[in-house]
């Protein structure tokens, strides 16, 4: 945690944390000094459960929460009475509970987001896991040389399980790579699938077929468990399956178990159910992952707009005119 960064003595004080900022990125990607009669304070580790958030939070008028990082359900916001304004970056998070925050007073303000970076960084890490590219790495700076092979993409197929903005780039991406794109999601229509260069194909299908499966959902109670135990076991020994969405789309203890046996051949992961990811945690012991920590949208540039938008968002309270509003 970074204690006050500025403060201005005035009875009209408002008590802003910034919660998550693991990077310690915030203060230094936009002009807090813009915000008068402020006291900020910075947590750069996660808090912890809910008990350790109300009353870590208790003092604070304003609360800028990074993503999903720290949910914010019915129990807590109640716990909460000095909380007046609750700014998300991104404009949709579903770990606040909205109506909760409109009928307790709070107004929920959200921030624009950077609509590419999860794809790029999907792509990033069929990349790294298909190409063996961190073993290679750690092999050549401990003196060795070439610890395997990898596999190439020109003519193998990508299935893309969501279509959706980010589905739609990562389909563009493997035809440049000269794959066959195969898609799905509940809604997705031949038309829409030929739109990006795609096939559709049934569920089923697209995890027997697919030798790189991608994740593009948006997490909700349709998609929660979506990827379970029969999904992957449909998939080929020689497939790979990425996630860039959310961790509880995918059963995590079936993936594992798929991941130990071999039923795969790997997994990048860049979402998990609980983040940030136990010390202990099994996918860390496994040889057959790519890991990174929830990074897919973790640029200098989305800093820079998120936390901008943030401090936008709190002077527009401040003098009465919210913008952006999530929960009117």
């Known amino acids: 945690m970074i204690r006050p960064h500025h403060e201005v ?54 609360v800028v929460a990074m993503r999903e990082r720290t949910p914010f359900p019915a129990s807590l916001i ?31 303000s959200g921030t624009q987001m950077l609509p590419y970076l999860a794809f790029e960084h999907a792509w990033a ?23 395997g092979s990898g596999i190439g993409l020109n003519g193998k197929t990508v299935g893309i399980l969501g279509l959706g903005k980010l589905g739609s780039q990562s389909a563009r991406a493997g035809l440049a790579f000269g794959m066959e794109v195969i898609a799905w999601s509940e809604n997705l229509t031949n038309e829409r699938a030929a739109e990006h260069g795609a096939v559709r194909v049934e569920k089923d299908e697209l995890f027997e077929r697919s030798d790189v499966l991608t994740i593009h959902l948006l997490l909700s109670e349709r998609t929660r468990g979506l ?43 860049d979402v998990y159910d609980t983040e ?19 990074t897919g949208y973790v640029v200098s540039e989305l800093y820079e707009l998120v936390y901008g938008e943030a401090i936008e968002g709190i002077n527009a309270w401040i003098a009465g005119t919210p913008v952006r509003v999530l929960n009117a």
């Open 9 to 62: 003595e005035n009875a009209a004080m408002n008590h802003i944390a910034i919660l998550d900022d693991y990077q310690n990125a915030a203060l230094a990607s936009a002009d807090w000094e813009s915000i008068k009669s402020a006291e900020i304070t910075v947590f750069n580790e996660y808090i912890g459960d809910e008990n350790a958030v109300a009353e870590t939070l208790q003092p604070f008028e304003v």
């Open 125 to 147: 890490l069929i990349l790294a896991i298909t190409k063996n590219i961190p073993t290679e790495d750690r092999t050549m700076k401990a003196g060795g040389w070439q610890a």
């Open 276 to 294: 940030p990811l136990p010390v202990d945690h099994p996918l860390r012991g496994l040889d057959n992952t790519v890991l990174t920590g929830h």
């Open 78 to 108: 109640a716990r909460l009475p000095n909380l007046k304004l609750l700014i998300t970056t991104g404009m949709r998070n579903l770990a606040i509970d909205m109506e909760a925050a409109h009928e307790n007073g709070v107004v929920v």
């Open 227 to 269: 990827v379970g135990a029969r999904e992957l076991e449909l998939m080929k020994p020689t497939a790979y399956l990425v996630n860039t969405s959310r961790g509880p789309i995918v059963d995590e203890t079936a993936l594992i178990e798929v991941l130990e046996k071999g039923r795969i051949a790997g997994a990048g992961i």
